[in-house]
């Protein structure tokens, strides 16, 4: 494995960077030392935050932009702890599994570095910048590329610098030295917790190093403990099994990852797929109400029309009736005829038809109605249909409401059994009141991950619906059959012995409780 391919293993959770001098949290995972400083601040901040607002919420507080020194020495003191003045344990968030971790009395100084992370990481940093060299720190000016650096010195030496500073039959001829590096870590492990001691024991309960005096009265007295070197051995040898039985799996591994691109493909297509069903679902039920529309809108317009004509008529029969207009003008025409036959002739039709008006004016009624109330359309239904609108598959059963099973008093306990061999995932129970006039109300909705839910506040004197159905994933089942109960009256009042009063509940919440725990 080439040192290129690791990147992602050397990345901070936190800070989404390389790794600076990491810390190992008690969860195992490591995190920058700045990022445990910043990550304790800023909830430090929040807290500050949250009691300044509850003390005085019309002062804003000023924020600093960035932490302050005496901040950051509260926080390495130990027993440090927000939302705290005694010395107690700190809950740290680690942002590597999202869970709470206890960093101890000692807070970030208990906690040990990473040096073998760090030794990686350093290695990592010199493949990436290979083109550039590590200088020599002894050197006059210019300095030389260097070739060796001493871990006792903590510093890069060429091979001139490094025999002047290092010379034979000396002590710092026995120093250790490796190739170029600028990452220099102690030989020795010391006890974060005694810092005079060095590491020598291996606690297996908290699987992390101590010292013997953490053995002896510190807090792993009570724990089982190894030697280093056995510990290093065993872990040494799983370490190196895994990774054999790793590599040896590389073609099952790649035959995997070839699987799951496939997986991907076929995935996406379906789900491509499955959008383009959807849509056409949706497109038939947008053409069926464009139609629907069309065809009401056309009803409202030919009955508007044959209104208006009607009254239109009405109003023009009407108007005959003016003086000087129309029926009463020609009625008048009419009287000026001097020869009595002619003006009978005439008369006689004349006379019905004023005699008709006159008669309309007595009891006026208009020739139409105004009120469109029987072209509204009514939607209730098909709205709570298409609000019901989801996935459905026939492969999941419905479930049944157990009537024997489901009691109901001012609290309501619903049991209902779905067939083992297709066990859902959820299911939803529904619920809502009858009115007298038998108008339901909407549904309401509880999820429920057994087979039996306690439906409280129930008002007395009424009838509820209930209904069920059941998830699995994003598929759902058809609603169960209805079941229709009904609470009794208000509670009836009863003499206690001593005199006092006391409600008579047959069915109690306590009740329904053991109804669904049995």
Not at 240 to 254: A, M, N, P, R, T
Request: proline share 5%.
């Amino acid at each position: 494995v080439t040192i290129k391919n690791i990147e992602r293993e050397l990345i901070c959770p936190a800070c989404k960077e390389l790794f600076t001098h990491p810390l190992i949290l008690p969860c195992q995972h490591s995190i920058c030392h700045k990022c445990v400083k910043e990550l304790l601040l800023t909830l430090d901040d929040s807290f500050n935050d949250m009691g300044s607002d509850n003390s005085n919420q019309s002062s804003p507080r000023l924020r600093l932009p960035s932490p302050s020194m005496d901040k950051i020495d509260r926080i390495n003191r130990p027993g440090w702890k927000r939302n705290s003045l005694t010395p107690r344990t700190t809950i740290f968030p680690c942002p590597g599994c999202e869970h709470d971790v206890d960093l101890g009395e000692r807070g970030i100084n208990g906690l040990f570095r990473n040096f073998t992370l760090e030794t990686i990481v350093e290695r990592y940093r010199q493949a990436a910048r290979a083109a550039t060299a590590i200088m020599c720190d002894l050197c006059k000016p210019p300095p030389q590329e260097s070739t060796k650096s001493c871990m006792d010195c903590s510093a890069s030496y060429c091979n001139e610098c490094f025999k002047i500073y290092h010379p034979w039959g000396t002590v710092k001829a026995q120093h250790e030295y490796v190739g170029p590096t600028t990452n220099f870590r102690p030989k020795i492990l010391m006890c974060p917790e005694h810092e005079t001691e060095r590491i020598n024991m291996y606690c297996e309960l908290c699987r992390r190093p101590v010292c013997h005096l953490c053995k002896l009265g510190g807090n792993h007295s009570n724990h089982r403990v190894t030697t280093m070197s056995s510990a290093y051995k065993t872990l040494k040898e799983k370490l190196s099994k895994d990774i054999d039985y790793l590599i040896g799996k590389e073609s099952q591994v790649k035959s995997q990852i070839s699987e799951l691109n496939l997986l991907m493909k076929e995935t996406e297509c379906n789900g491509e797929r499955a959008k383009e069903e959807a849509i056409t679902h949706f497109e038939k039920l947008f053409e069926i109400l464009e139609e629907r529309k069309s065809s009401v809108l056309k009803a409202i317009d030919s009955s508007k029309k044959l209104r208006l004509d009607k009254f239109q008529t009405q109003m023009e029969e009407y108007q005959g009736l003016l003086e000087n207009n129309g029926l009463v003008g020609y009625a008048q025409e009419v009287l000026k005829e001097t020869d009595q036959s002619c003006f009978v002739q005439t008369a006689k039709q004349l006379h019905l038809r004023i005699q008709k008006a006159t008669e309309s004016l007595k009891s006026f009624r208009p020739a139409a109605q105004t009120s469109f109330e029987d072209y509204v359309v009514n939607t209730s239904k098909q709205t709570e249909i298409l609000g019901e609108l989801s996935f459905f598959s026939s492969g999941i059963d419905v479930p049944e409401i157990n009537e024997e099973q489901s009691k109901v008093y001012n609290n309501a306990l619903i049991n209902w059994h779905h067939p083992e061999k297709d066990k859902a995932d959820s299911y939803v129970l529904e619920y809502r009141k009858i009115n007298r006039d038998d108008e339901m109300l909407s549904w309401n909705e509880v999820e429920v991950c057994g087979t039996s839910k306690i439906i409280q506040d129930l008002e007395n004197s009424s009838a509820y619906a209930f209904r069920v159905r059941a998830y699995k994933g994003s598929i759902c089942s058809p609603c169960s059959r209805e079941l229709i109960l009904h609470t009794p009256p208000a509670p009836a009042f009863a003499l206690m012995g001593s005199g006092g009063i006391q409600l008579e509940e047959p069915i109690t919440a306590k009740y329904l409780e053991y109804q669904e725990n049995m």
